[in-house]
């Protein structure tokens, strides 16, 4: 790792749609932190991946075909991995090896084995492992945290998590993105946007949730998909809190809701990929709101630049970081309980518990 002073050395592992329009220009503008290499199997992504350094005034970084090359390179600090999840865990591990810190795109693992798996080798290496949970990096969110450990609202008695999109308008199956539909380990609302929901309720609450009873069905899937396209769930907080969880691909909805003992506190699209969202806090002698989706002082990747900055720093200072490898787990388990579990009523296991099995 380099001195304190000098910024970490970044390698960017799959330079697809994520990585050239929001982290690479993010990685670019975030200090303590400079791209000296990537790496694509597609020469074409690493070109126009290069591109952006040079447009942005940056120094020409190198560029391999594939990821074991730049976790091999002696001046690559830490990684960033953009792969599809279904690479996440082979990528996570080989990093790990190679004693790099390592950011890892959304959703870490396809289920709570295999994220468990990634929290420990990065454990046994003594190794950073971040996942990529850009948006709890806008004003939006962050605000939103702190008026709920104040209390702003009193005691919260309720929530309402709601996060969907017509994916068959942005994802139709066969064509780029259209996995979404037919893998059936790493497809489905879930692990795409569901997600969003777990860490969000877990970082909003500083809680995690106990107990859920579920719904998976379809509404507009293609016959020909065997993945259910809607999960509805009510859940119970281990602090006692209950609530309701959806996520579906039939329509589009990105809402946070919290009712307490003295008012409530609405949240509409805080998971944009680029700055921008809605809160609304009432209560019975108070009235606030903060509207930044019209900001437009802040450029499209803002949350992904400051995602670098944190861990980067956390890096350099040995400080802590969000989300940890046990905060991500937690929110597996969560999925997990989530999966093809129509009807049932599900107890799920803390994160600790499950990482010593």
């Not at 749609?17 to 929001?22: H, P, R, T, Y």
């Not at 259910?228 to 209950?242: E, M, N, S, Y």
Request: charge should be negative; glycine fraction near 10%; charged fraction near 20%.
């Amino acid at each position: 790792m380099n001195s304190p002073h000098s910024p970490i050395r970044w390698g960017v592992i799959g330079c697809g749609q994520i990585a050239v329009d929001k982290t690479i220009p993010g990685l670019l503008a975030a200090r303590g932190a400079q791209l000296v290499a990537l790496s694509d199997p597609l020469e074409v992504r690493r070109s126009l991946a290069r591109n952006l350094t040079k447009n942005a005034g940056g120094e020409e970084v190198r560029a391999y075909a594939s990821g074991s090359e730049l976790v091999a390179a002696p001046d690559v600090d830490a990684v960033y991995i953009a792969l599809p999840t279904g690479m996440h865990a082979e990528a996570v591990l080989e990093g790990a090896r190679a004693k790099k810190a390592i950011l890892c795109e959304k959703p870490l693992g396809r289920s709570a084995a295999e994220v468990a798996g990634m929290v420990r080798a990065a454990q046994e290496a003594g190794v950073p492992l971040m996942t990529g949970y850009m948006s709890r990096f806008s004003d939006v969110f962050q605000k939103g945290v702190h008026l709920l450990r104040e209390e702003a609202i009193g005691q919260i008695t309720f929530v309402s998590a709601h996060f969907s999109y017509p994916c068959l308008k942005y994802y139709p199956p066969g064509a780029p993105g259209g996995w979404r539909w037919t893998d059936s380990e790493g497809g489905g609302p879930l692990l795409d946007i569901g997600v969003y929901l777990a860490f969000g309720l877990r970082e909003m609450l500083g809680d995690s949730i106990a107990r859920i009873g579920v719904l998976n069905t379809d509404t507009i899937a293609p016959s020909e998909v065997a993945i259910p396209d809607t999960t509805a769930a009510w859940f119970q907080t281990r602090k006692g809190i209950p609530g309701t969880f959806v996520t579906t691909f039939s329509h589009y909805e990105c809402r946070l809701a919290f009712y307490g003992s003295r008012g409530q506190l609405i949240i509409e699209r805080p998971f944009n990929q680029t700055p921008g969202g809605r809160l609304e806090l009432r209560t019975d002698d108070r009235h606030f709101v903060l509207d930044s989706q019209s900001d437009e002082n802040l450029p499209h990747y803002d949350n992904y630049r400051r995602e670098f900055e944190h861990f980067s720093r956390a890096l350099l200072e040995k400080t802590p970081y969000h989300p940890s490898g046990l905060e991500v787990l937690t929110d597996a388990l969560l999925l997990d309980a989530l999966k093809d579990k129509s009807g049932s009523v599900v107890d799920i296991a803390g994160a600790e518990e499950f990482l010593q099995r």
